[in-house]
């Protein structure tokens, strides 16, 4: 079974419609070079989503997008640098739907003003590897019973035919 390395990736972007685009392209190029190919249209979709309402409504246009890949979950955060943006008003709908697609969400304000809205998925357990079955363990009540000593044979130490009796 192929185990989930810890993943991260980080962009830069200046929001611009023709750059909407590109960016989910970059996104999902990296899901997929990650092995998420099932996550590739709810993240970009979300992404695209936001990304879209911040370049409608934010004055400032600078945008970090973040990505992390734990192994289970995959978190998403979209960070803007315009500190007049309020996301409970101008990303209203934005934020409803990403509720929708996603296992959570949230907002929060930097230090600096700036918003960050993140989302996470995780992997479903249903389109995970299945796991090989393991037999159960013996109970200690059906122990076969092992000679406590073996005799030897009476043949010379260094011989290559010495062997246990009754073994040959």
């Not at 004055?59 to 409970?88: C, F, V, Y």
């Not at 969400?105 to 930097?110: E, F, K, L, N, R």
Request: charged content about 25%; some cysteine; proline content about 7%.
């Amino acid at each position: 079974m192929k185990t989930a390395v810890p993943c991260y990736y980080h962009l830069d972007v200046e929001v611009s419609p023709e750059r909407v685009g590109r960016v989910r392209r970059i996104l999902a190029a990296h899901l997929r070079y990650w092995d998420l190919e099932n996550l590739v249209e709810p993240v970009c979709g979300g992404a695209e989503l936001l990304l879209n309402a911040i370049g409608e409504h934010a004055r400032d246009k600078n945008t970090s997008i973040e990505m992390w890949w734990n192994g289970q979950h995959l978190i998403t955060a979209i960070a803007g640098d315009d500190h007049d943006l309020r996301p409970d008003q101008d990303l209203r709908g934005c934020l409803e739907h990403i509720a929708v697609i996603s296992d959570g969400w949230g907002c929060c304000a930097t230090d600096t003003g700036a918003k960050v809205i993140w989302f996470s998925r995780r992997v479903r357990a249903c389109e995970r590897v299945p796991l090989v079955p393991v037999g159960p363990d013996p109970s200690l009540r059906a122990v076969l019973q092992v000679p406590r000593a073996a005799a030897v044979a009476d043949v010379p130490a260094g011989s290559p035919d010495r062997v246990l009796e009754g073994v040959r």
